[in-house]
């Protein structure tokens, strides 16, 4: 009876654990970012008008995945985040140039520089 009792407790410790393990986006993106990228300044940083711009390319690139509102779903993270909130500008725009291919999230390097930056504005001005 103790032990039938152990196992469901387990089960229902484990069950969160894994939904949390399988959310979308943990962030091990982050470790790949070498140092001399992450401390780049974001350039436009001081543009108030670079946020406007960065809302627009993000309806535009972002939304279809990371919804209107940057609220994200199962399988495409919220941007609302303290992971958001804690990156540096400079780690925010290699993630865009670079993607995390395999997870799902594509490469925005086709977009010029100062556009990434643009976006990374707004990413900022979220949080
Ligand atoms: C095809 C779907 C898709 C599109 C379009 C897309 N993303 Fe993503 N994005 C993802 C996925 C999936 C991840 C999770 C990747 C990971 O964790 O490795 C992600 C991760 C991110 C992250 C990191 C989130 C975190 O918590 O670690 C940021 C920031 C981000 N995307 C911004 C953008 C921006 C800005 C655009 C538009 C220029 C964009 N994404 C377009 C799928 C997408």
């Known amino acids: 009876m103790r032990r039938w009792r152990v196992a469901v407790l387990g089960f229902c410790i ?3 654990a894994l939904a949390i393990s399988i959310e979308a986006g943990d962030g091990r993106w982050q470790a790949n970012v070498p140092s001399g990228a992450r401390q780049r300044p ?3 940083a001081n543009e108030a008008s670079a946020i406007a711009a960065g809302a627009k390319l993000f309806q535009r690139n972002c939304s279809s995945c990371h919804g209107k ?5 199962a399988k495409h993270p919220d941007l609302h985040s303290d992971r958001i909130r804690g990156a540096t500008p400079g780690e925010l725009e ?4 670079n993607g995390s291919l395999k997870n799902g999230m594509p490469s925005w390097s086709r977009l010029p520089e100062p556009q990434r930056w643009q976006l990374v504005s707004f990413l900022k001005s979220l949080n």
Do not use: F, I
């Open 14 to 16: 484990a069950l969160p």
């Open 69 to 73: 509102q940057a609220e994200g779903n």
């Open 42 to 44: 974001n350039p436009m």
């Open 94 to 97: 290699w993630l865009l140039k």
